[in-house]
């Protein structure tokens, strides 16, 4: 059987998007600024974009925060077609500690990877239905380190999880024709994506570049930081000087 290709996916929605006489919104959920550079040039060409920096996954306070205003400063900086705005959402890193709990040994792109994922997205899913916004999407797929099958299978997920919770309010005793206020062709839908196909990782690392942008060398949590720590050393032994091994292409998001 054949993989499916997501990144035409998403060409077909942004076609059928462009063939309407209105300009959709769209809530993004994004990682870091490096991997929301391309990701913005792409979807602000076709939506209203809001940026949701939802990453209770992130080590401690400090590098949230700098990799927040650094997205910040992107999308002040980066011409777009259509605004773009920012939701940065309390940093509350025990939500992702109660999904990592078991897990804090598994490798990158194990199963603490995929809780991760889930955490993230379902809640895009739900910020995205509470602000109204008609589709949601993630730039982590732009990581050549992420597994897009498996990050756009969520995303479905999430997406299905909004119907489910809609029919279950509108099976209660009582709820009757409330379900009229929120139909369920207004929930919002999830964009399929592989954003680095097609150069979109290159064009990303470029951006970057341009914009002189923060790249952190470790995905985001405690564990991934430990493992790139470890790797670093185990190059180091391996006979590697430290700015080769800084030079190599970052083990996370980017
Ligand atoms: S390595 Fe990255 S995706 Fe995996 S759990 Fe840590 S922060 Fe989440």
């Known amino acids: 059987m054949n993989?499916?290709?997501?990144?035409?996916?998403?060409?077909?929605?942004?076609?059928?998007?462009?063939?309407?006489?209105?300009?959709p919104t769209l809530l993004l959920h994004a990682c870091c600024a490096p991997c929301s550079?391309?990701?913005?040039?792409?979807?602000?060409?076709?939506?209203?974009?809001?940026?949701?920096?939802?990453?209770?996954?992130?080590?401690?306070?400090?590098?949230?925060?700098?990799?927040?205003?650094?997205?910040?400063?992107?999308v002040d900086e980066l011409p777009v077609r259509y605004p773009v705005s920012v939701i940065v959402p309390e940093y509350r890193p025990e939500e992702f500690y109660e999904i990592a709990r078991g897990l804090e040994q598994e490798p990158e792109r194990g199963r603490r990877c995929e809780q991760c994922f889930r955490l993230r997205l379902m809640y895009t899913a739900r910020e995205a239905e509470r602000v109204g916004a008609e589709y949601f999407a993630t730039t982590l797929t732009i990581s050549p380190q992420k597994d897009a099958a498996l990050l756009n299978a969520?995303?479905?997920?999430?997406?299905?999880?909004?119907?489910?919770?809609?029919?279950?309010?509108?099976?209660?005793p009582g709820s009757g024709a409330e379900s009229e206020e929120k139909p369920a062709g207004s929930l919002p839908k999830y964009l399929p994506s592989d954003f680095k196909k097609k150069g979109g990782y290159a064009e990303s690392v470029r951006l970057s570049e341009v914009y002189g942008l923060y790249r952190q060398n470790y995905c985001g949590c405690a564990f991934s930081k430990r493992d790139a720590a470890l790797r670093d050393r185990a190059k180091a032994a391996a006979g590697q000087s430290p700015a080769a091994v800084a030079k190599q292409e970052p083990e996370g998001d980017l």
């Open 154 to 172: 969520i995303g479905a997920e999430a997406e299905a999880l909004l119907f489910a919770d809609t029919a279950a309010e509108d099976d209660k």
């Open 37 to 74: 550079s391309f990701v913005l040039t792409v979807l602000a060409e076709h939506f209203r974009v809001t940026v949701l920096y939802y990453n209770p996954n992130i080590t401690d306070a400090a590098e949230f925060d700098k990799r927040a205003k650094e997205l910040q400063r992107l």
């Open 3 to 23: 993989a499916r290709n997501y990144q035409r996916e998403m060409e077909e929605v942004l076609a059928r998007v462009d063939a309407g006489d209105r300009v």
